[in-house]
């Protein structure tokens, strides 16, 4: 082990050499600009340098010119930026191949015909991540029996983290390379692509915008989009909230002629740096005309605009607030009664909110917030607030970090009744009664908790049972510095995490609980499952952070399928390779199973592929 050790280090620090020697210069920016979220990816969530290693120089330029690193890059000069993006992919600007293998020969869009869909994030309005068979086309007797049948490389980036949708024979897929996807569900081809105005990580709704059938998504700048399904051209463009912190995570969800857009304000990680004048972006739904992208409503989920507090930070910063209460999951919606159910972060800064760490109901026809269902009280937190560090930027008092992550699950029981299944980071899973303005019905702890913890993407539902994964990613302590030395990071730890539970949907209670997954000696191994679970009838998917997707037998939550992704991948447009899983979940449509790997975020695998598997690779 100590070999191993002192053989990783000698690596690394080889590494560094090469790459400072290669662009002193770029390595000096790197230190004095981007190290404090960078080289501390695992606690601030950024990505580490061996993952921005994936990316091409172009690609860093662009994001610190117009993507997501925009307000960072505005103090850096044009070769500055350059310096930066060829010292940390290692490349030089202008290297980078331009040619696109893997385009299917006839890019005339013909439809299948096929009703066998997986449409955007929940498979249904009631986002319960649940395929029946006539959709799934895949029984449990038949899942011991997929194999790979094809691999699509998402180009420049370390994240595969756009969860695809299955339409009509088409696979319809975002990367945060900025790109959206259309691909044959056969073959793997790609018949046309979009460059959004920044990275996407929403799963994408295809649904009729007029008289044309529209590919819906939302970017990391806070626009919705609308794409002409058949060809990818631009319908139209909406920015949906002013914020310059505003962005869009969740999937929109499109409902009788409207599409409903979840808004993410995005200033939890800003705060690293304690100058940052924390906090004033707020979540909330916009509502816009499915066909012109025109906004109809649009509702906050904080009523009150944030201000100045008259107070300041521990580093003497002035603050704002209230702040928060994100939408980070796609909103379910209630047909019967009208509404729109969505579930809410923490708070960035003080005050704490009411309908922080919440259900809300939402009108569907005016945006008006009927009930609040609040089942964390005083949750404010910021990544201000890191572990072993002077927490200058954080409030005080702070925490737990228990927000929702997850979208509310409509469950129509076998009895008539309805409950609303809500997971949480907290570690809990709550059953609300949906007609009795979000009532509690039952809780039921399967985690931990924590800010990586709990449940944290999603879970799903047969309509007898519940599934949720459960996450709590844990971190070792780093050793202590050495003079001279790198900064030591922290690592994952390889025994606390993971789990999957069934529960029953009616009382919560626990039916069974599946063996959690173990690393063994797979180096940067967490055992957790954060991402969201999948079900067909009589099985349960679940992606690991360790890069394995297992299928579970519902009945029991035996393992009946295992299938490693963290490797290489011969892909239909080159060479891809995967990573962890964590976000999005698999989709399931037509006798296929379809799934992104690679998480470089955290210290998770970096990764940037797109799996199908059919049965027997048919």
Known sequence: MLERTVTRLILFLTACATLLAADPEGAVIYRQKCAICHDRSSETRAPAPAALRQMTPESVVKSLESGQMKQQGAVLTAAEKTAVAEYLTARSVGTAKTERPGMCADRNLVYRGTSKNWNGWGADLANTRFQPASQAGLDATEVPRLKLKWAFAFPDTFVANGQPSVVNGRVYVASANRNIYSLDAATG?????????????????????????????????????????????????????????????????????????????????????????????????????????????????????????????????????????????????????????????????????????????????????????????????????????????????????????????????????????VSQKSGIVHGLDPDRKGAILWQTRVGRGGTLGGVQWGSASDGQNVYAAVSDITFKAPPKPVEGAPRPRRTVDSEIGGGLFALDAATGARVWAAEKPVCGERPNCSPAQSAAVTAISGVVFSGGVDGRLRAYSAKDGAVIWDFDTAREFAAVNGTAKGGSMDGPGPSVAGGMLFAGSGYGAWGGLPGNVLLAFSVDGR
């Not at 709704?205 to 939302?218: H, L, P, Q, Y």
Request: proline share 7%.
């Open 189 to 421: 081809c790609e018949y046309w692509e979009f460059q959004a105005e920044a990275p996407v990580r929403t799963a994408i709704v295809v649904a009729a915008s007029g008289k044309r059938s529209a590919a819906f998504f939302g970017d990391q700048r806070g626009n919705a989009y609308a794409v002409d399904s058949s060809n990818g051209e631009l319908l139209w463009k909406t920015h949906v909230d002013d914020h310059p912190k505003a962005k869009i995570v969740g999937a929109p969800v499109h409902f009788e002629g409207r599409l409903y857009v979840p808004i993410t304000a995005g200033e939890e990680g800003p705060q690293v740096d304690p100058k940052y004048e924390c906090c004033s972006a707020r979540g909330g739904i916009a509502a816009l005309d499915a066909a012109t992208g025109k906004q109809i409503w649009k509702t906050y989920t904080i009523a009150e605009e944030p201000k100045l507090s008259g107070k300041k930070n521990w580093a003497g910063t002035p603050t704002w607030g209230p702040s928060g209460a994100s939408i980070w999951s796609a909103p379910t919606i209630d047909a019967k009664a009208k509404l729109l159910y969505a579930a809410t972060g923490d708070n960035f800064s003080e005050p704490a909110t009411k309908t922080s760490d919440a259900i809300l109901a939402f009108d569907l026809n005016t945006g008006r917030i009927v009930w609040t269902q609040q089942l964390t009280e005083g949750d404010v937190f910021n990544m201000g607030c890191r572990p072993g560090e002077k927490k200058e930027g954080c409030p005080d008092p702070n925490g737990p970090d228990f927000d929702f992550g997850a979208s509310p699950i409509l469950i129509q029981l076998a009895n008539g009744k309805r409950v609303l299944a």
